[in-house]
């Protein structure tokens, strides 16, 4: 299933090594393209264009697109206790998580009588997306929505695609998800229509414009989000799924093998990449994929994932060379099977996973992390999805009339310097007198 490049002996610059391995650009370039498409679509025509959408993608006509509060009160009446127990556990864990990225007020006495303050202030609205196409997601639920809760933000919106199977209602357990939040705005949209309503709102809907919005998907909602951004804010393209595993001989390939099938069950176009310096280790994997995938309930999305261009087994001369591999690629998740992992060396990812305890799966639900994380290399200079994807720094400054004096005659030569003596005279004013 999974093809073997050897790096061993070859030139280690960080675009060779990216090169090996490459992205599905061409994939997301189509993506790009129909995003904006349906985005205009959207922009233009409102709920028309969303209900012709849904009949198109979804297989569905004639729903509910804003979703009544009746629905989302029943599907969490009709919840599995189970399923409530361990979300309820996802929610506090995520909660207590997210709490420690709010960044306390700060003052800087600049002098005597200057200060600035520094405050985090949240957005007032946010849209959050939950995927609902191949699989359903309530982790992603909490994962959207208790850090904008944790920031601040009064109004929480959430869209997910209408299911056929469930007469055009979004998935129950994504409703009732959403009701353990207090989440009662919600919407059966999906897909890039979905972000171009958040972006542009839709009045027939009584759906506002949001502030920011947050949520994984596949390409075509990553892409919308590159479309709307500069009209609204938006986290990283969190596209389809990537799991990139560096280990050497001393790793478990068994475990290796059922984190990297793990990932590539949700989606065709997921990247599975394992980077190791061992010929034995590299073949072991290899055969427990062929045979673990084959016995999962997605074998054929998971034996298309591996098989595309994005997928590979990567031997290198040495986990230096490794590591280095891992931060030119930065990938989503990163998994490190490592006698001596040293996770600060890799400092290109959107989330590292440490050891053979901690797999992506334990991310995904219940470690109390994000998993809304940037793909497609974004993690070179993208963060995860957090509190502060929905705060925003605002600074207050406070001077009294001795420490603008102080600083009067520099302001003035500055201004002059920049021929902008306007600026200098809006200081020495307030000296006239």
């Given at each position: 299933?999974?093809?073997?490049?050897?790096?061993?002996?070859?030139?280690?610059?960080?675009s060779?090594?990216?090169?090996?391995?490459?992205?599905?650009?061409?994939?997301?370039?189509?993506?790009?393209?129909?995003?904006?498409?349906?985005?205009?679509?959207?922009?233009?025509?409102?709920?028309?264009?969303?209900?012709?959408?849904?009949?198109?993608?979804?297989?569905?006509?004639?729903?509910?697109?804003?979703?009544?509060?009746?629905?989302?009160?029943?599907?969490?009446?009709?919840?599995?206790?189970?399923?409530?127990?361990?979300?309820?556990t996802?929610?506090?864990?995520?909660?207590?998580?997210?709490?420690?990225?709010?960044?306390?007020?700060?003052?800087?006495?600049?002098?005597?009588?200057?200060?600035?303050?520094?405050?985090?202030?949240?957005?007032?609205?946010?849209?959050?997306?939950?995927?609902?196409?191949?699989a359903?997601?309530?982790?992603?639920?909490?994962?959207?929505?208790?850090?904008?809760?944790?920031a601040?933000?009064t109004?929480?919106?959430?869209?997910?695609?209408?299911?056929?199977?469930?007469?055009?209602?979004?998935?129950?357990?994504?409703?009732?998800?959403?009701?353990?939040?207090?989440?009662?705005?919600?919407?059966?949209?999906?897909?890039?229509?979905?972000?171009?309503?958040?972006?542009?709102?839709?009045?027939?809907?009584?759906?506002?414009?949001?502030?920011?919005?947050?949520?994984?998907?596949?390409?075509f909602?990553?892409?919308a989000?590159?479309?709307?951004?500069?009209?609204?804010?938006?986290?990283?393209?969190?596209?389809?799924?990537?799991?990139?595993?560096?280990?050497?001989?001393?790793?478990?390939?068994?475990?290796?093998?059922?984190?990297?099938?793990?990932?590539?069950?949700?989606?065709?176009?997921?990247?599975?990449?394992?980077?190791?310096?061992?010929?034995?280790?590299?073949?072991?994997?290899?055969?427990?994929?062929?045979?673990?995938?084959?016995?999962?309930?997605?074998?054929?999305?998971?034996?298309?994932?591996?098989?595309?261009?994005?997928?590979?087994?990567?031997?290198?001369?040495?986990?230096e060379?490794?590591t280095?591999f891992?931060?030119?690629?930065?990938?989503?998740?990163?998994?490190?099977?490592?006698?001596?992992?040293?996770?600060?060396?890799?400092?290109?990812?959107?989330?590292?996973?440490?050891?053979?305890?901690?797999?992506?799966?334990?991310?995904?639900?219940?470690?109390?992390?994000?998993?809304?994380?940037?793909?497609?290399?974004?993690?070179?200079?993208?963060?995860?999805?957090?509190?502060?994807?929905?705060?925003?720094?605002?600074?207050?400054?406070?001077?009294?009339?001795?420490?603008?004096?102080?600083?009067?005659?520099?302001?003035?030569?500055?201004?002059?310097?920049?021929?902008?003596?306007?600026?200098?005279?809006?200081?020495?004013?307030?000296?006239?007198?």
């Amino acid at each position: 299933m999974l093809r073997t490049i050897d790096l061993r002996g070859r030139a280690s610059a960080p675009s060779d090594l990216l090169a090996a391995v490459p992205r599905a650009a061409a994939a997301r370039d189509e993506a790009l393209a129909t995003a904006a498409a349906v985005v205009a679509d959207v922009a233009a025509r409102g709920e028309d264009a969303l209900r012709e959408q849904a009949e198109r993608f979804d297989g569905v006509a004639g729903h509910a697109v804003r979703v009544p509060e009746q629905h989302v009160d029943d599907a969490l009446a009709a919840l599995d206790p189970a399923i409530r127990a361990a979300l309820e556990t996802a929610i506090d864990r995520v909660r207590r998580a997210s709490a420690a990225q709010v960044p306390a007020p700060v003052v800087t006495e600049i002098g005597p009588g200057a200060r600035i303050e520094q405050h985090w202030r949240p957005v007032r609205r946010a849209g959050v997306y939950v995927p609902g196409g191949k699989a359903v997601y309530p982790s992603s639920v909490v994962m959207n929505v208790v850090p904008a809760q944790v920031a601040g933000v009064t109004q929480v919106a959430l869209a997910s695609p209408p299911q056929r199977d469930h007469d055009g209602r979004v998935h129950p357990v994504i409703l009732a998800a959403a009701r353990l939040l207090g989440v009662t705005e919600v919407y059966a949209m999906g897909g890039a229509g979905a972000i171009g309503a958040y972006a542009h709102g839709v009045g027939s809907l009584g759906l506002d414009p949001v502030d920011v919005i947050s949520g994984p998907g596949n390409n075509f909602v990553a892409l919308a989000k590159r479309v709307v951004a500069g009209m609204v804010g938006t986290d990283s393209e969190a596209g389809a799924t990537e799991i990139l595993v560096v280990a050497d001989a001393s790793a478990d390939a068994g475990l290796i093998a059922a984190d990297l099938i793990s990932q590539a069950e949700h989606d065709e176009q997921a990247a599975a990449v394992l980077v190791t310096d061992s010929e034995e280790l590299a073949d072991a994997v290899a055969a427990e994929v062929d045979v673990r995938a084959r016995r999962t309930m997605h074998a054929a999305r998971i034996a298309q994932a591996f098989a595309g261009p994005q997928s590979a087994v990567v031997l290198v001369d040495d986990i230096e060379t490794a590591t280095a591999f891992s931060n030119a690629y930065a990938p989503e998740h990163l998994e490190l099977h490592l006698r001596d992992p040293r996770p600060a060396d890799f400092v290109n990812a959107g989330a590292v996973f440490v050891g053979p305890w901690t797999p992506v799966s334990l991310g995904d639900y219940l470690a109390g992390s994000n998993h809304v994380l940037p793909t497609g290399g974004q993690a070179r200079y993208a963060a995860g999805l957090s509190a502060s994807t929905f705060l925003r720094p605002q600074q207050v400054i406070t001077y009294d009339r001795d420490a603008l004096a102080q600083v009067r005659d520099e302001i003035v030569t500055l201004a002059n310097a920049e021929v902008l003596p306007a600026h200098g005279e809006a200081v020495t004013a307030r000296f006239d007198a």
